[in-house]
């Protein structure tokens, strides 16, 4: 089905552990997004990309890099994981303003 | 900045009941309107938006929004509750020319009891 595939799914980290969250899009879409979900926060965004070789900072984007691979694919990385980032992570996409976002499942990471 | 309220965290109904849940949003330039709904250990599924064509917006599972825009408000509602409605719910507001970026809510968590 087309949509927006994440990777993993779950993952666990020790404190200053990294690692990549991986993103793919098959519509062809422009803009990507990383969002991270805490409670009562709603949704974060922590960066994005508006067109391929593009990305800028969004809201939180402290502990975090970001790589756009193609136009397909947006990954997130944290280069040394702390406990404040234990959250679950959105990637999202879109055509335009009007269109709004295609999300991803979502990645629960849990830094210990 | 444009920014989004969702009154109420959590909003608890009977089944058969009315939903409605708040949203009010900040911006001095026409907005598109966004509502999602997030399942448990779910992403997030577009419920219903409004891009400036008829200000009642009609979405799945029954839902409706009406852009009100002297109270800058776009709630959501649905006539009558079903067990399956429970989830939660986000309002996020996203304009032209910002790289089609959106702003949430933080959220309302609707509970339907019987």
């Known amino acids: 089905n087309a949509g927006v595939t994440q990777t993993p799914k779950f993952q666990v980290l020790k404190t200053g552990q990294s690692m990549t969250l991986q993103c793919a899009q098959d519509?062809?879409?422009?803009?990507m997004y990383w969002y991270r979900q805490d409670p009562g926060m709603g949704l974060r965004l922590i960066y994005y990309?508006?067109?391929?070789?593009?990305?800028d900072k969004g809201e939180v984007p402290n502990g975090y890099n970001v790589s756009r691979l193609n136009k397909r694919e947006f990954s997130l990385r944290l280069e040394s994981a702390a406990p404040s980032q234990t959250s679950v992570y959105f990637c999202?996409?879109?055509?335009?303003?009007?269109?709004?976002?295609?999300f991803g499942s979502g990645t629960r990471l849990t830094v210990v | 900045a444009q920014s989004v309220t969702q009154l109420g965290s959590h909003v608890s109904v009977s089944e058969g009941a009315l939903v409605l849940l708040r949203c009010n949003y900040s911006?001095?330039?026409?907005?598109?309107l966004f509502w999602y709904v997030q399942y448990p250990n779910q992403g997030l599924q577009l419920l219903l938006k409004?891009?400036?064509?008829?200000?009642l917006v009609k979405g799945i599972n029954g839902f409706e929004a009406e852009f009100k825009k002297s109270e800058t408000s776009f709630h959501l509602t649905k006539p009558s509750a079903h067990m399956s409605d429970a989830a939660e719910y986000f309002c996020?507001?996203?304009?032209?020319?910002?790289?089609?970026?959106?702003?949430f809510g933080t959220g309302t968590r609707l509970q339907v009891t019987l």
């Open positions: 911006s001095s330039v026409p907005p598109y």
């Open positions: 999202a996409s879109s055509v335009s303003a009007n269109y709004g976002y295609t």
């Open positions: 996020a507001v996203g304009y032209t020319g910002t790289a089609s970026k959106l702003t």
């Open positions: 519509m062809n879409h422009n803009s």
């Open positions: 409004y891009t400036s064509a008829a200000t």
């Open positions: 990309s508006a067109s391929e070789g593009t990305t």
